[in-house]
Structure formats: C-alpha cells, structure tokens
C-alpha cells in the first residue's frame, strides 16, 4: 500500500564531482565523485519513505542504465513502478566546487519518448492513483513529452480525489497551474518565469504568489534558497528564514521541501508547522553532500532553529 504517488518523467543519474576551483575551458579534475539517483520526484520519494511514508515512484526510465536507479530505489524499499524507455537515462553532472563552495549544474535533456510511451505512461497513472491520496508531479519533460502532461495528470487526480502537488518550470508549469493543483513549490526564479517579471522585493513575490492563490491553489510555497521561503495559503503567508549553514550541495533541496509539504498535509499539521518543516527539509539537504537528502531527525533538530514570521492576512 502507498499514500504518495510521485511521478519523474525525466529521472537522473545524479553525477556529484568535486574540485576546488572550477576553471572553464580547461581541462579539470576531479577530486572526489559520487552518485545518486536523481530527478525530483524521485528524490521527493527518497525523502518520504526516510520520513516512514509509504510510496510508490513512477514515470519513464531508460533502460541502458535505469538499473542504478531502480536498485537504490529497491535497497530503500521504495515501490517503483517505470515504463521503459529502450534509451539511457539521463546523467546530470553537479560540480562543487570547494574553494569557495558553489555549485554548478549541468542537466541533461533526458531521452526522447514517443506516443505510444506517453500513452502507456497514462495508463499506467490512471493505475496507480487508484490508491494514492497525494500526487507529485515535478521535473522537467522528456523531449517528446506533451507540455499538457502535468496538466492533464492533475485533472486525472482531481477526479479521483486525489491532490495534486506540483514543482515544475516553464510551458508545463503554466499549463499545469491552469489545472489547479493542490499546491505548487516554484523557486523565486521560476516564480518569475511564471508572471514574466523580476520579483526583486517580498512584495512582488507575494503579488505573484496571490495570482495562483486567486486562480484556485490552496498552498504556494516560494522557496529562495538560503534566504528561505514563504508558504502562502487564502488566509496566512508565512516566511521562513533559515539559519546561516555551511551549504555542501543544495541539490534535492526544493525536493525536500516539496516532501515535507506533503507530509504535513498528509498528517494534517498546520500552517506554521508545514512552513517551518519544509524549509528545516530543504535547509538539511543543502548542508549535505551530493544529492543526500534530510533525515527526519535532522530535520526535527532543524526545524527549531527557522526563524517564522506572519508577514500578513493574504486574504
Ligand atoms: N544555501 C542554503 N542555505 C540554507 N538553506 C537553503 C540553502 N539552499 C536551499 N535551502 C533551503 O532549501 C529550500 C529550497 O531551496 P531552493 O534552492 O529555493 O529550491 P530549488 O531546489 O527548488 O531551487 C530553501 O527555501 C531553503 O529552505
Ligand atoms: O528535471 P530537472 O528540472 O532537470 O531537474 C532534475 C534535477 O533536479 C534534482 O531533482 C534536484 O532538484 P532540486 O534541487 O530542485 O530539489 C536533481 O536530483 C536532478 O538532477
């Protein structure tokens, strides 16, 4: 039995390099190097089954080396089931640099998927939420892949009850907001992607952040890296600030926050406590390397240490 359903159109191999200064044209090596599997819902899935959530991850997979993802999902005991793509999954390579700590990504376009894998994908869906509660739809799309997947997945969940979380960017995004999925976690850039304009102040965040609040979303979480986030709700917006951290590698982290928003629904905690959880998840997440995500002990430890603001009646 599973609650979440999560859903990694585009699933990665995350490829983690280190090198102390990263020096373009020239040829670099690497001092350490780690993987992991990657894409968002996959991680999301990662992140709820540490937290004692049942699971149940799907999408695409390439199956030239979709094993490396597959078996670490199996080692979690995470419920996997992909449709195969006769291609090779994506590897997206992650230079951290140490000196100073920054990271750079270079994400792959993925492979390309036909009709006939978009149609078995969909019924495969329609499937498997016939048990789930919540829905995750986030990640970018294969080449192939209509931009109206995510939104015609999430009318799929609203007819069976199902809610739908969403963390996309760009055409499919938009396309998927105009479904009115549950929620959204769009960063602040795409964010700005979204209205088509630099959101420089709290102020202009929040005015975007109404737009999908009045088209019918319930939670909107921005998030903005190490400066926290803002979940947004019909009657309450709520900032959080995290503590300055030694960030090691923020990737996974707005999968870790996407995680927690869905557990808080899911245990039926409240604003505040939603708030402060998911920007604890993505704060952890960044502290560690590569793409290990956040514990639910460290993220407990965390979540004392975020800094809660009401910054006004958003209704
Ligand atoms: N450098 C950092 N320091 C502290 N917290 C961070 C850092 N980077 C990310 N986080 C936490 O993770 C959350 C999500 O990160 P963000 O980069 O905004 O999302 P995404 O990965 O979707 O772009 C942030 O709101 C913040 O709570
Ligand atoms: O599907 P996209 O947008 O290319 O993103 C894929 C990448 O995002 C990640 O899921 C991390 O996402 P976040 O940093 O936003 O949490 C990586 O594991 C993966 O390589």
Redesign the pocket.
């Known amino acids: 039995m599973y609650e979440v359903l999560t859903v990694t159109c585009n699933p990665a191999i995350d490829q983690t390099v280190e090198v102390d200064v990263l020096r373009p044209g020239e040829v670099n090596r690497g001092q350490k190097v780690r993987m992991d599997p990657g894409g968002k819902g996959i991680n999301v899935a990662r992140v709820l089954k540490g937290w004692q959530t049942d699971v149940m991850a799907t999408g695409w997979i390439g199956t030239a080396n979709g094993d490396f993802v597959v078996n670490a999902l199996d080692r979690m005991g995470i419920l996997h089931q992909f449709v195969p793509v006769d291609a090779v999954t994506r590897i997206n390579c992650k230079i951290a640099e140490t000196k100073p700590q920054r990271m750079t990504d270079l994400n792959a376009p993925g492979f390309q998927v036909d009709a006939k894998d978009v149609g078995a994908f969909i019924q495969l869906f329609d499937r498997l939420l016939d048990r789930a509660k919540v829905v995750v739809l986030s990640g970018s799309l294969p080449t192939g892949a209509p931009n109206e997947l995510y939104r015609d997945c999430i009318k799929m969940a609203k007819r069976k009850n199902v809610k739908a979380f969403l963390?996309a960017e760009g055409v499919p995004f938009k396309l998927g907001v105009d479904a009115v999925p549950f929620a959204v976690?769009p960063?602040?850039?795409?964010l700005e992607g979204y209205v088509g304009a630099l959101l420089d102040t709290e102020e202009k965040v929040l005015e975007a952040g109404r737009r999908l609040l009045d088209i019918g979303i319930r939670w909107v979480e921005v998030?903005?890296?190490?400066?926290?986030?803002w979940l947004m709700t019909e009657t309450k917006t709520i900032r959080?600030i995290?503590?300055?951290?030694e960030?090691k590698s923020?990737?996974?982290?707005?999968?870790?926050?996407m995680a927690a928003l869905v557990w808080g629904w899911l245990q039926g905690k409240s604003e505040e406590e939603v708030a402060r959880l998911?920007?604890?998840?993505?704060?952890v997440?960044?502290?560690h390397a590569g793409t290990e995500l956040c514990s639910w002990e460290e993220t407990v430890a965390m979540s004392r240490q975020i800094h809660l603001e009401r910054v006004s009646c958003s209704g």
Do not use: C, Q
Request: proline share 8%.
């Open positions: 963390d976690k960063n602040r850039r795409e998030s903005d890296g190490a400066n926290g986030a959080t995290p503590p300055r951290i960030a923020p990737v996974g982290s707005g999968d870790s926050m998911a920007t604890a998840a993505g704060t997440t960044a502290a």
